[in-house]
């Protein structure tokens, strides 16, 4: 079993920024070199997530490929995917996997040709983990759409031949430096990895969410930036390593 | 060309750099290709992008990259009519290096697909989901074993036993054919064995990714092609 620890780059735009449950985005420096010191820190994976429902994507296509130009591992990109086209120049660009959200729900025959042709190791589905009082939902919940699974559709999705992976991002979690405590049994009879992203600031957190069952963590604000030290990206990543 | 005898010269200095192997490649649509092409430029190989039968040198050497489903690499091949250059290129002894999808479609078969693959190598791929492995897709760095045969490059077992590797694939070839004395392969575990490198004196495979694999893979790729 190979576990990964995948750093997540949060995009506004073209700048690197952290969230506070994805409102309140704080710059925090060039993605560019941010991918760059995870790829040489190591990293299994790095996810690139545009949080700017403006940005497009053919504009940037010079901007998107200097970001995995410079690094060495698998860099995958999420956010304002509509078209084969999108997914065509972002793979062109030297990204390997697509990561999809509400594409998903909105236009499942694009996902589907999307992994005939790429392979379904190419795309990764993301769903939002939501607290609503005491129930957990999953899916897309944003000002522009939403849409739940129950946990039963979800364990269907298993049996879906076109992704791979499914990244379970915790709202509530993020950049609060606590995980989501949330836990259920599918993610250990899931057949695909699971990868849990929100909150996580510590190897402890990791080693306890692994021994849950997830195949991979992902690793946004509290990675770069600690609680104790703002002022720059900490070299943690090798640290975190050491300590798995 | 009317050029001065210190051009000459430059223009000799030249040929001599364009005479030496040229890294080809194969461009079928799909495939991470501008990936490879920045990753050779850092090793300061050159790198020229093809998508159609070409004139070659017979130290030139083919790249398949990966990133692609069989079937859809397959269809791209028939359609770009690359299906006899690439028997050509195989049957002349000429180097290819493979990767992934780009080395799954140099065999028999998939399950992924329902076109056949090249056939110049003999088994089929099967999915992870058939072979009921834990999960079906094996993702994340992975160590390799040598399977059998004796290899016609010594050095690379070397470069690939001590260090692990990024793989991402959904299928996988669990036949490892009785190697001839050129012939290498390495396994690699995932609840199952599977072929994850396969080495004769023209073909370097990988299962995995070299260009995602840090600098090991880099020093891996750098060496096949230097």
Known sequence: ?244 | MFLCQHQQLYSFKYFLIYAKSVNLLLDLGAGNTDRIVFTLSKLNHRITSISSPVKSHSDDILIIPGVGSFECLMRSIHALDLHSFLHDWHAANKKMVCICAGFQILFEGSEESALPGLSILPGHFTSLKTLHCRKTLNVGFNSLYQANGNSFYPFLSEFLLPHRFYFTHSFANTSFPSATNADLYYSSTYGIHFLSSYVSSNIFGFQFHPELSHSCGLRLLNRILS
């Open chain 1, 1 to 244: 079993m190979t576990y990964r620890i995948i750093p997540i780059i949060l995009l506004d735009g073209i700048k690197a920024v952290v969230t506070h449950q994805f409102t309140s985005p704080t710059y925090v420096g060039d993605p560019r070199t941010l991918a760059k010191i995870y790829s040489d820190q190591g990293a299994d994976e790095i996810f690139v997530l545009q949080i700017n429902p403006s940005f497009n994507i053919s504009d940037n296509l010079n901007f998107l490929a200097s970001i995995s130009k410079f690094t060495q591992c698998c860099v995958a990109y999420g956010g304002n995917l509509s078209t084969i086209r999108d997914v065509s120049s972002i793979i062109s660009a030297g990204f390997e996997k697509v990561i999809f959200r509400r594409l998903f729900f909105n236009n499942p025959s694009l996902v589907r040709q999307v992994s005939l042709i790429y392979g379904s190791q190419a795309v990764t589905i993301c769903l939002d983990i939501v607290h609503l009082l005491d129930e957990v939902r999953f899916g897309v919940f944003d000002q522009y759409s939403e849409k739940y699974l129950t946990l039963d559709q979800i364990y269907e999705l298993q049996y879906c031949d076109y992704f791979s992976e499914l990244l379970l991002n915790s709202t509530l979690a993020d950049g609060s430096f606590n995980v989501d405590s949330w836990a259920s049994s599918f993610i250990h009879e899931f057949s695909k990895p699971i990868i849990y992203a929100g909150g996580i600031s510590s190897p402890k957190q990791i080693n306890h969410l692994f021994s849950r069952g997830y195949d991979a963590v992902g690793l946004g604000a509290e990675f770069a930036f600690s609680a104790h030290n703002t002022s720059a990206v900490m070299p943690s990543l090798t640290h975190i390593y050491n300590k798995i």
